[in-house]
T-cell receptor
Framework: GQNIDQPTEMTATEGAIVQINCTYQTSGFNGLFWYQQHAGEAPTFLSYNVLDGLEEKGRFSSFLSRSKGYSYLLLKELQMKDSASYLCAVRNSGNTPLVFGKGTRLSVIA | NAGVTQTPKFQVLKTGQSMTLQCAQDMNHEYMSWYRQDPGMGLRLIHYSVGAGITDQGEVPNGYNVSRSTTEDFPLRLLSAAPSQTSVYFC?????????FGPGTRLLVL
């Protein structure tokens, strides 16, 4: 079977750093994706990891450990506009569909 | 370059009615898919296509049909709408390292 787990909700303070974890158990692995989704909108792409290690893109970074089935999304210098759901998704093999976790709703407070 | 487009944005149907949700992409991606998103359930795969003339079922295919006669278009058909199909529907278009979503269709079945 396939299982992707991430916390349901998180709260963090403006200007702080927050880490959103994702663990996965899938039949194969060909990449892990993070998406941001504001309420009432479509998911937008944030990051893609296929090899172990950290990928940094501005205030956002994503880490992958394939041996542990684990990833995290790190958001620095939090802003109010970062309040959104963050979706972790795994591609099993080749160009197969993404399998999504249920998402983590992040609230940034002043 | 419009990316992924979906129509309509909103739709209200009565139980038993049929309709087609349209999806088009202009990125020449071979891979397209349909997801539905319900509160607390995350994004669930309905159907997907790896190229013109090729479609396959996802996690929740019952009550939906798809076809892929061209690379650009991937319509989703509801044959006889049921209240359980009330949801937000997202079409996605993929390369090997990126999946982009359309803006979504909000469907209410009464």
């Amino acid at each position: 079977g396939q299982n992707i787990d991430q916390p349901t909700e998180m709260t963090a303070t403006e200007g702080a750093i927050v880490q959103i974890n994702c663990t996965y158990q899938t039949s194969g692995f060909n990449g892990l994706f993070w998406y941001q989704q504001h309420a009432g909108e479509a998911p937008t792409f944030l990051s893609y990891n296929v090899l172990d290690g950290l990928e940094e893109k501005g205030r956002f970074s994503s880490f992958l450990s394939r041996s542990k089935g684990y990833s995290y999304l790190l958001l620095k210098e939090l802003q109010m506009k970062d309040s959104a759901s963050y979706l972790c998704a795994v591609r099993n093999s080749g160009n197969t569909p993404l399998v999504f976790g249920k998402g983590t709703r992040l609230s940034v407070i002043a | 370059n419009a990316g992924v487009t979906q129509t309509p944005k909103f739709q209200v149907l009565k139980t038993g009615q049929s309709m087609t949700l349209q999806c088009a992409q202009d990125m020449n991606h071979e891979y397209m898919s349909w997801y539905r998103q319900d509160p607390g359930m995350g994004l669930r795969l309905i159907h997907y296509s790896v190229g013109a003339g090729i479609t396959d079922q996802g996690e929740v295919p019952n009550g939906y049909n798809v076809s892929r006669s061209t690379t650009e278009d991937f319509p989703l058909r509801l044959l006889s709408a049921a209240p359980s199909q009330t949801s937000v529907y997202f079409c996605a278009s993929s390369s090997k390292t990126l999946t982009l979503f359309g803006p979504g269709t909000r469907l209410l079945v009464l």
